[in-house]
């Protein structure tokens, strides 16, 4: 803990306005919007801008908690992984970021960075297009979803995502996302 006061100036920074380190639930998700939607509101944000973010919000955190309730049943077995996130909303100027974290399958990554490489160099219509033709021939999955929450950020965003992979061992990494919301 003698490091809290590093900890702080680096959250003040890098204009850190909510984080969170732990395991994720749909409570947790609940309370989280509420507090942005007040952030928001207090920062009297354009209702557009606002119902951008907070759709661009809700995918990121959606997608960490279906992504971590997999990851804790498919590492239910592992000591030295655990299956919790972090997630980080940042505001500098007139653009928020969102970034999140969760640990996952070194055998996923390789189709992840595919799908967001594809994603990252379409344009807006060829995004709109890619997201209808997903809709039209995507299976549900066992989560309800067709595979389209990064299209959609990417969409709603109008920026490229970055990410990042750090290996933790044979079998796991961890997986970093940031979206940029102007």
């Known amino acids: 803990m003698s490091d809290i006061y590093n900890l702080y100036k680096t959250m003040e920074r890098e ?15 609940s309370s989280i919007y509420q507090i942005m939607e007040s952030r928001m509101d207090s920062n009297n944000e354009d209702p557009r801008r606002k119902k951008k973010i907070y759709n661009i919000l809700v995918e990121c955190l959606q997608n960490v908690y279906h992504h971590m309730e997999n990851f804790k049943q498919e590492a239910s077995t592992e000591t030295d992984v655990n299956a919790t996130a972090i997630f980080m ?12 974290g969760n640990y996952i399958s070194v055998n996923k990554i390789e189709d992840l960075k595919q799908r967001i490489d594809k994603i990252n160099a379409m344009n807006a219509e060829q995004l709109r297009a890619y997201y209808v033709e997903k809709l039209s021939t995507s299976e549900l999955s066992a989560k309800g979803g067709a595979g389209l929450g990064i299209i959609d950020i990417a969409r709603k965003s109008g920026q490229q995502m970055a990410y990042e992979f750090h290996q933790i061992n044979e079998a796991y990494a961890f997986f970093s996302l940031t979206v940029f919301v102007k």
Request: glycine share 8%.
């Open 15 to 29: 204009d850190v306005i909510l984080s969170f380190k732990g395991d994720i639930t749909q409570e947790l998700l």
């Open 89 to 100: 909303i940042g505001q500098n100027n007139d653009s928020y970021r969102i970034i999140t």
